[in-house]
């Protein structure tokens, strides 16, 4: 069983198209969070949710929304997608207070390409 | 706030030689520290950690030991595998415990 899955691995689209990205985790942690991940492999946390409440809201464009309808679920909406939109997005997940000390889980990344 | 910074790669090692990634952190307190590795084309996999000074995190061969006196905990493996080749990450929490902060990344490659 795959711990944090996300769909699709692979994305190609236009500029100006609308996508979204899903993330799904069996591992019963109750925080999910979305990391963008540049050319240089820069690692960049971008959203975290907690029990569906949002709790890390980083300085992304407003075209990035985050969405969880349930603890298990983090799927990720861009709107209106621009070339620099292109990147691996990873999802991961960890229980909130012991994050600290057992680090999170990963999902195996969502490559976005916008040509 | 806290970060962390770990040297510029990429490493290319032979088989079989010793390796060292170095990390330093700035942080209030002592917090968890991490190394995460991502095989190519993978997602980022915990390969160690040591949640207090003076700890020392191994797996598969590799080790890091927590140590405040110099705020650095540096990935070390006496004798690497081609299989070994894969980026490297150090990571800490933030100062709010709520996200990871993450290296900018060393890229190891070795040959055979």
């Known amino acids: 069983d795959t711990a944090v899955s996300q769909t699709p691995k692979y994305l190609v689209t236009q500029m100006g198209n609308d996508k979204s990205i899903k993330c799904e985790q069996n591992l019963g942690h109750d925080t999910m969070y979305w990391y963008k991940q540049d050319s240089k492999k820069f690692l960049k946390i971008m959203f975290s949710y907690n029990n569906k409440e949002l709790i890390i809201n980083e300085t992304v464009p407003n075209r990035f929304s985050p969405k969880s309808p349930d603890k298990a679920h983090l799927n990720l909406h861009i709107n209106s997608l621009e070339l620099g939109d292109s990147a691996v997005y990873f999802c991961?997940?960890?229980?909130?207070?012991?994050?600290?000390?057992?680090?999170?889980?990963f999902g195996s990344g969502t490559r976005l390409t916008v040509v | 706030g806290n970060s962390v910074t770990q040297m510029e790669g990429p490493v290319t090692l032979s088989e079989e030689a010793f390796l060292t990634i170095n990390c330093t952190y700035t942080a209030t307190g002592y917090p968890s520290l991490f190394w995460y590795v991502q095989y190519p084309g993978e997602g980022l996999q915990l390969l160690l950690k040591?949640?207090?000074?003076?700890d020392k995190g191994s797996n598969k061969g590799f080790e890091a030991t927590y140590r405040k006196e110099t705020t650095s905990f540096h990935l070390e493996k006496g004798s690497v595998q081609v299989s070994d080749s894969a980026v490297y990450f150090c990571?800490?929490?933030?100062?709010?415990?709520?996200?990871?902060?993450f290296g900018k990344g060393t890229t190891l490659s070795v040959s055979s």
């Open positions: 991961a997940s960890s229980h909130l207070f012991l994050s600290t000390l057992w680090g999170y889980t």
């Open positions: 990571a800490l929490p933030n100062q709010a415990g709520t996200a990871l902060i």
């Open positions: 040591a949640t207090k000074a003076d």
